[in-house]
């Protein structure tokens, strides 16, 4: 609001000059008589005025056109300044440009601070304008930009504001040309124009650069235009993480059981096509690797036709392997882009359990006769076993980015995917490792029964870094 009311207050001053550059005497002369009140320049003090108190009620449009009527009466600095805020207010840049370019040309006696702001607003400008260049098209066809005339080819590029616009190209005789193409800031993009004679019957068919209202049909074989789809690669790396892996081990760590959030990482890689509407598909390829802890859980092993012994064990858990699948993705193509994303695949991969901790065996008697009723005492031991079942999954990871269009093709940018598995059977510890004291525990092998290591379904949350190059 402060850089509203700025705008306001420069604008009211550019009202003082006006009535000096327009009306106003030299100092110490006489001045002349007043001019009519039918005059241009009467006129234009009016519609100059008009605009100043639409700024105040930051009406940009309605300014501008007070502003531009003033100066088509009786050309002045203040209104040509002035018109040129309200342009930049209207976020048309490119138009700002030309008025302030105007400004600096037509106005050798603009003041030296007057003249500093305009070429610093004019380079500050330059990053929110690109250029719009015509090839192929014959001399004398009118061309407009979103509607707006630019004159008859030849033309030199054409300045235009960063984001989506509509060229379209007319001449008496041919078919008119219409494509949407993608401007981004310091850039020229390329427009490949084509005619067609209107001497046929037309049908609609797509050209190079956007898409022909109508064309001729003809009997001879047309050339097959250029494809409006663009190859891309993407490279992304990202942090994993995730509250844990739940299942039966997760719900039995309780008590002075601690369990940490799982991390690790995410490598992906992407190749596909975008339209140029924004819209596009890929192949997707990467690899996640993504490790929890659970500490002092309580844990028992169960002797064959003996008590169970009872003891405390850490799981260090590593899930990780490779994923394969698909994406449809949307950007807006902008130079701060907005990209949304939907993945669909398969992980290939394990779960993998390292288990260590110590448990006692139970006091009891001796079923040796020759022992005399001796007991076998109490003993703690270590243990130390591992498995590392199957978590094939199928996944769903939908992604939300944003970052830097550094050029045409290519882009930086920074994101969050919610990568969810949906487990085709969960990963379980099946005792195919059996825990063996050895001979002097008297309690041979020993087992932890079967347990789920992890949820049929997990959510892991992947921040991260990507780079695109398009083709």
């Not at 705008?7 to 005497?25: D, I, K, P, R, Y």
């Not at 006129?43 to 009527?69: I, K, N, P, Q, S």
């Not at 379209?168 to 084509?194: C, H, M, N, S, W």
């Not at 993945?343 to 288990?355: A, C, I, N, Q, S």
């Amino acid at each position: 609001m402060k850089r509203h009311h700025a705008c306001a207050v420069a604008v009211l001053l550019s009202l003082v000059l006006f009535q000096v550059n327009g009306v106003a005497s030299p100092s110490g002369a006489p001045g002349p008589s007043p001019p009519a009140s039918g005059s241009k320049q009467a006129e234009a003090r009016l519609h100059f005025t008009r605009g100043v108190a639409l700024v105040e009620d930051e009406a940009w449009d309605a300014a501008l056109a007070e502003f531009t009527t003033s100066l088509e009466l009786s050309p002045s600095r203040s209104a040509t300044k002035d018109s040129a805020i309200c342009l930049k207010k209207l976020h048309r840049y490119d138009e700002a440009m030309s008025m302030l370019e105007s400004l600096l040309r037509d106005f050798p006696d603009l003041p030296a601070a007057d003249r500093s702001v305009a070429e610093n607003e004019l380079r500050e400008l330059a990053a929110f304008v690109g250029t719009i260049a015509l090839a192929g098209a014959p001399d004398g066809a009118t061309v407009t930009i979103d509607d707006r005339p630019r004159g008859a080819t030849p033309l030199a590029p054409q300045r235009a504001t960063t984001g989506t616009h509509v060229v379209r190209i007319t001449k008496e005789g041919f078919v008119p040309f219409e494509a949407k193409l993608t401007v981004v800031g310091d850039q020229t993009a390329a427009v490949d124009v084509v005619l067609s004679p209107t001497t046929a019957p037309e049908a609609p068919v797509p050209t190079p650069n956007g898409v022909v209202t109508t064309a001729p049909v003809s009997n001879a074989e047309a050339p097959a235009p250029s494809s409006s789809l663009r190859a891309f690669a993407e490279a992304e790396v990202a942090f994993a993480a995730t509250p844990g892996f739940g299942g039966a081990l997760g719900a039995s760590c309780s008590g002075a059981c601690e369990s940490g959030l799982g991390a690790g990482f995410l490598a992906l890689a992407h190749g596909g096509v975008f339209t140029r509407s924004g819209f596009g598909f890929s192949v997707d390829a990467g690899y996640l690797s993504v490790g929890a802890s659970l500490k002092n859980r309580n844990v028992a092993l169960h002797p064959i036709d003996l008590p169970d012994n009872l003891g405390t064990a850490e799981d260090d858990l590593r899930l990780s392997g490779l994923l394969l699948g698909g994406s449809a993705v949307f950007d807006t193509m902008k130079r701060v882009p907005l990209i949304l994303r939907l993945g669909v695949g398969v992980l290939l991969g394990t779960l993998h359990d390292e288990r260590d901790g110590t448990a006692s065996t139970n006091a009891r008697a001796n079923p040796n006769p020759a022992s005399g009723g001796a007991e076998f005492p109490a003993r703690a031991y270590p243990f130390d076993s591992s498995e590392s079942p199957g978590a094939d999954s199928f996944y769903l990871a939908p992604e939300v980015r944003t970052g830097f269009r550094a050029s045409e093709h290519f882009e930086l940018s920074i994101g969050l995917r919610a990568l969810v598995l949906f487990a085709f059977e969960a990963p379980s510890w099946s005792d195919v490792n059996p825990v063996v004291p050895g001979p002097d525990y008297h309690v041979g092998q020993l087992t932890f029964g079967a347990q789920a290591l992890s949820a049929r379904t997990m959510i892991i949350l992947t921040p991260g870094v990507s780079a695109r190059f398009e083709f």
